[in-house]
């Protein structure tokens, strides 16, 4: 089992910056891919941003340049540096793990809002 607890959200003025931070625990040697997804009021969970053990990070085209995921192996922590945030990108955002056996684990999320 892996747990997943996030950390960072809140509110911010548009064109501001949050950073997320996610802490794994558990069987953590069997995590291959880790990464952030996001659910905004009436839609479904999205991609934000994800890495691959040994692989480069890919991003939804929608943050392309404003955010920035980071993995530390070392401290099994993966960050989220949002710049540059919108009024859309307001929303539940949750940290993801996948497993080598398949398995999907979330976090419990952490909100995020921007609004003047």
């Known amino acids: 089992q892996v747990q997943l607890v996030e950390s960072g959200g809140g509110l911010v003025q548009p064109g501001g910056s949050l950073r997320l931070s996610c802490a794994a625990s558990?069987?953590?040697?069997?995590?291959?891919?880790m990464g952030w997804y996001r659910q905004a009021p009436g839609k479904e969970r999205e991609l934000v941003a994800g890495v691959i053990s040994g692989g480069s990070p890919n991003y939804a085209d929608f943050v392309k340049g404003r955010f920035t995921i980071s993995r530390d192996n070392a401290k099994n922590t993966v960050d989220l540096q949002m710049n540059s945030l919108e009024p859309e990108d307001t929303a539940v955002y949750y940290c993801?793990?996948?497993?080598?056996?398949?398995?999907?684990?979330w976090g419990k999320g952490t909100l995020v809002t921007v609004s003047s």
């Open positions: 558990g069987t953590i040697f069997d995590i291959d891919a």
């Open positions: 993801h793990a996948h497993s080598r056996n398949a398995m999907d684990y």
